[in-house]
């Protein structure tokens, strides 16, 4: 025997309604994480990645440590740690640790993916490898 006491009233649909419902939410679903899909930056595509002992030899220093828990691609966690770097005004992501979900039930836009990384500014240098060239053919 199986007792309900809830006072609101039960809704019984159709195998039919049912689907229309499930495929309205899942269509909804897809519309929202198209309209909250993260947008780079402009200017935060120049930021790159290097490992720590390269930076601090190049003279840069730290600002912080970033973390970025997405649920996503890859590839949005990234522009979402370019994105927050690009705020802070660095020119340098050390990454620290990275994780992705790789769960065979979960679609590729829903993975879980975990970005950590040492934000660092470096110092900006006057000579550019366009510059560099010219130099070099001067001299010759």
Same mark, same amino acid.
């Given at each position: 025997? /199986?007792?309900?006491?809830?006072?609101?009233? @039960?809704?019984?649909?159709? +195998?039919?309604?049912?689907?229309?419902?499930? @495929?309205?939410?899942?269509?909804?679903?897809?519309?929202?994480?198209?309209?909250? &899909?993260?947008? $780079?930056?402009?200017?935060?595509?120049?930021?790159? /990645?290097?490992?720590?002992?390269?930076? %601090?030899? $190049?003279?840069?220093?730290?600002?912080?440590?970033?973390?970025?828990?997405? %649920?996503?691609? %890859?590839?949005?966690? =990234?522009?979402?740690?370019?994105?927050?770097?690009? &705020?802070?005004? $660095?020119? =340098?992501? +050390?990454?620290?640790? +990275? %994780?992705?979900?790789?769960?065979?039930?979960?679609?590729?836009?829903?993975?879980?993916?975990?970005?950590?990384?040492?934000?660092?500014?470096?110092? &900006?240098?006057?000579?550019?490898?366009?510059? +560099?060239?010219? &130099?070099?053919?001067?001299?010759?």
């Amino acid at each position: 025997m /199986f007792l309900d006491d809830r006072n609101e009233a @039960l809704l019984v649909v159709s +195998a039919n309604e049912w689907t229309d419902m499930q @495929l309205k939410i899942t269509e909804l679903e897809n519309i929202t994480r198209k309209r909250n &899909k993260p947008v $780079a930056v402009p200017g935060s595509e120049l930021i790159g /990645f290097s490992s720590e002992t390269d930076a %601090y030899l $190049a003279g840069c220093r730290k600002l912080g440590i970033v973390e970025v828990h997405h %649920y996503g691609t %890859y590839d949005e966690a =990234v522009i979402l740690i370019r994105n927050q770097a690009f &705020k802070m005004d $660095a020119s =340098v992501i +050390a990454p620290l640790d +990275a %994780y992705q979900d790789r769960s065979p039930l979960i679609a590729e836009d829903s993975r879980l993916n975990f970005i950590q990384g040492r934000i660092l500014r470096c110092p &900006k240098t006057d000579l550019s490898d366009d510059s +560099a060239v010219s &130099k070099t053919q001067k001299e010759t």
